[in-house]
C-alpha cells in the first residue's frame, strides 16, 4: 500500500473528526427520527476516520502504527525522524 505523507493523514483526520462531531450536535438539536439518523451518521463519521488513521497513520520507513497519541516527532519503533 502506497503510504500517504502522515501531516496530510492528520489534516483530513481532524477535518473529518470536527464533521463528525458536528453532526451529533446537529443530530441532537434536531431531536426526533431525523436528528437520530444524523447522530448514526456522525458517528460513522467518526468511527470510519479512526479506521483510516489506523490504516494510513504509520511510520513511512518500518511501517508499523505510529498511535493515536503522537507527540514526538519520532517513530516509537525505529526511531526515524517523522515529518
Ligand atoms: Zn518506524
Do not use: Q
Not at 28 to 57: C, E, M, N, Q
Not at 66 to 76: A, D, L, M, R, S
Amino acid at each position: 500500500m502506497k503510504p500517504i505523507p502522515l501531516s496530510l493523514v492528520t489534516k483530513i483526520s481532524i477535518i473529518f473528526s470536527i464533521l463528525g462531531i458536528l453532526l451529533l450536535i446537529l443530530g441532537i438539536a434536531i431531536g426526533s427520527i431525523t436528528g437520530i439518523i444524523v447522530i448514526i451518521l456522525g458517528w460513522i463519521v467518526l468511527i470510519g476516520t479512526i479506521i483510516f488513521k489506523v490504516i494510513f497513520y504509520r511510520c513511512p520507513y518500518c511501517e508499523n502504527f505510529i498511535g493515536i497519541p503522537y507527540h514526538n516527532h519520532y517513530c516509537p519503533h525505529c526511531g526515524k525522524r517523522l515529518d
